[in-house]
């Protein structure tokens, strides 16, 4: 699951329902993550299939909640729980979120970390540098 994309309807349906009951008791899961590798490995799929699956109204609310949450932690100057990061994940490319760089990830999840910040980052930059070069390529009269 973490390295093939699913192209199953039913499946998506499926790990949609699993996201959005993970986001509703976030708090409850942090205790099972190291239990359950399902919890780590449905944000690869989310970033694998480039964040395609819709999100409810519900989602969104309580994505934003928690994304405010995780912000103002880091504003305090602690780290905010993995849980919380990885939860994120589930709904958005954390390349893109503003607060990516304050955060420190532990070695236990440096895959996570490779594929959702590193990686990204330097697919991010990689992009910049692309767009500017085909820039620079292309003249006009």
């Known amino acids: 699951m ?6 199953d309807l039913c499946l998506e349906e499926v790990l949609c329902a699993c996201r959005s009951t ?3 008791n976030v708090d409850y899961f ?3 993550l190291d ?6 490995a449905l944000p690869a799929q989310c970033h694998i299939n480039e964040y395609i699956y819709s999100d409810c109204d519900s989602d969104q609310v309580s994505l934003c909640n928690l994304m405010d949450t995780v912000k103002n932690k880091l504003i305090s100057g602690e780290q905010p729980n ?7 994940a589930y709904f958005r490319p954390l390349s893109k979120v503003e607060w990516r760089n304050e955060l420190i990830i532990s070695n236990k999840f ?5 594929t959702h910040l590193i990686d990204s980052n330097t697919e991010n930059v990689f992009r910049q ?3 500017h070069r085909v ?6 009269p």
């Not at 239990?35 to 780590?40: G, I, L, S, T």
């Not at 993995?82 to 994120?88: F, P």
């Open 135 to 140: 820039r620079s390529l292309i003249r006009f």
């Open 22 to 24: 993970y986001l509703e």
């Open 30 to 32: 942090k205790s099972y």
């Open 110 to 114: 440096k895959d996570f970390a490779k």
């Open 129 to 131: 540098i692309s767009h």
């Open 35 to 40: 239990v359950v590798p399902f919890f780590k």
């Open 2 to 7: 973490e390295i093939a994309p699913i192209s």
């Open 82 to 88: 993995i849980v919380d990061v990885i939860c994120v």
